[in-house]
């Protein structure tokens, strides 16, 4: 019996020290190592040690980058998960700015393997790229001035002397059109958020309209100045943008977002970055494997 049982404690010895030799650039927190299919988007990756990785650089709580380090926030930690798991260290993730309307253009033209950026998966986009997801369910809002309450939800639009701000080549932008009276005048559209946040605290516009948690942010980090009006009046759900046509490369990400909702990376990801500024909480959403 004895015998036996030091037969046992030596073949798993060997197989834990064989284990430890080939698993030096092991995948995941968790050590196990995935096998990738030769030629693969996920193999080349990791052959290369890189991902590139687009996303924004002004959205506190999401993506925002100081003068000097890395960009911070929950779509940075979903990169980082996705890198993890492809056996990349987050140290070799190089982000990339992609403000909303370049997002497709930088996945055609091969700049970046990622795109996690506040992104919405649509039918409008889905021609031009694919999307792994949704990691996230969002909802369009509109932030105002604290100390401004003429604007209650989309409806005040129909007076045509109320002004909103968005973003070029954003799902907010276009929503909020069907409520304008007049478009060219109603509505001002910047390159990123930002702008809209200054031109609002500047009196310049009404609104900002933008996704709840992004506005959230921008609530959070400009102390009692600024306020959501009205309730959410679209959905947003939030995918990782990758190049069209690459489904195995679409579907590691499904599996490794999914992976994520139950090993507790994805709710700790939540809970340093975006989640600092919504408590409520992400509901975990159904991955949408088209
Ligand atoms: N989620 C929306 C979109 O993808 C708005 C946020 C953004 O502009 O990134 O257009």
Do not use: H
């Given at each position: 019996?004895?015998?036996?049982?030091?037969?046992?404690?030596?073949?798993?010895?060997?197989?834990?020290?064989?284990?430890?030799?080939?698993?030096?650039?092991?995948?995941?927190?968790?050590?196990?190592?995935?096998?990738?299919?030769?030629?693969?988007?996920?193999?080349?990756?990791?052959?290369?040690?890189?991902?590139?990785?687009?996303?924004?650089?002004?959205?506190?709580?999401?993506?925002?980058?100081?003068?000097?380090?890395?960009?911070?926030?929950?779509?940075?930690?979903?990169?980082?998960?996705?890198?993890?798991?492809?056996?990349?260290?987050?140290?070799?993730?190089?982000?990339?700015?992609?403000?909303?309307?370049?997002?497709?253009?930088?996945?055609?033209?091969?700049?970046?393997?990622?795109?996690?950026?506040?992104?919405?998966?649509?039918?409008?986009?889905?021609q031009l790229v694919d999307f792994a997801g949704p990691y996230y369910i969002a909802g369009q809002t509109l932030m105002v001035n604290a100390d401004y309450s003429?604007?209650?939800?989309?409806?005040?639009?129909?007076?045509?002397?109320?002004?909103?701000?968005?973003?070029?080549?954003?799902t907010p932008a276009t929503n909020i059109q069907k409520y304008l009276k007049d478009k060219t005048k109603q509505l001002v559209l910047f390159e990123n958020y930002?702008?809209?946040?200054?031109?609002?605290?500047?009196?310049?516009?009404?609104?900002?309209?933008?996704?709840?948690?992004?506005?959230?942010?921008?609530?959070?980090?400009?102390?009692?100045?600024?306020?959501?009006?009205?309730?959410?009046?679209?959905?947003?759900?939030?995918?990782?943008?990758?190049?069209?046509?690459?489904?195995?490369?679409?579907?590691?990400?499904?599996?490794?977002?999914?992976?994520?909702?139950?090993?507790?990376s994805y709710r700790r990801a939540w809970k340093y970055t975006a989640g600092k500024y919504d408590q409520s909480g992400p509901t975990i959403p159904t991955i949408?494997?088209?």
């Amino acid at each position: 019996m004895r015998k036996t049982r030091a037969a046992v404690a030596a073949v798993a010895l060997t197989l834990a020290l064989a284990t430890a030799a080939c698993g030096g650039d092991d995948a995941g927190s968790t050590g196990e190592r995935t096998s990738f299919p030769a030629g693969s988007t996920m193999q080349k990756l990791r052959d290369a040690q890189k991902l590139r990785v687009g996303t924004k650089f002004d959205q506190p709580g999401f993506g925002l980058k100081r003068p000097s380090g890395t960009p911070k926030g929950f779509d940075v930690e979903i990169a980082k998960i996705i890198a993890e798991r492809l056996g990349i260290a987050e140290e070799r993730i190089e982000y990339t700015e992609t403000p909303s309307s370049i997002r497709e253009q930088v996945l055609q033209q091969d700049k970046v393997d990622i795109v996690v950026a506040t992104y919405t998966i649509t039918d409008k986009r889905k021609q031009l790229v694919d999307f792994a997801g949704p990691y996230y369910i969002a909802g369009q809002t509109l932030m105002v001035n604290a100390d401004y309450s003429e604007i209650t939800g989309p409806d005040s639009f129909k007076d045509p002397t109320k002004k909103v701000c968005s973003v070029t080549n954003s799902t907010p932008a276009t929503n909020i059109q069907k409520y304008l009276k007049d478009k060219t005048k109603q509505l001002v559209l910047f390159e990123n958020y930002d702008k809209c946040v200054k031109a609002l605290m500047n009196r310049k516009v009404d609104a900002v309209t933008s996704d709840n948690v992004i506005l959230l942010g921008f609530i959070a980090t400009n102390e009692g100045k600024l306020a959501l009006a009205g309730t959410a009046f679209t959905e947003e759900p939030y995918g990782i943008g990758v190049k069209k046509g690459d489904d195995q490369f679409r579907n590691f990400i499904n599996d490794t977002i999914e992976a994520s909702f139950g090993d507790g990376s994805y709710r700790r990801a939540w809970k340093y970055t975006a989640g600092k500024y919504d408590q409520s909480g992400p509901t975990i959403p159904t991955i949408d494997r088209y």
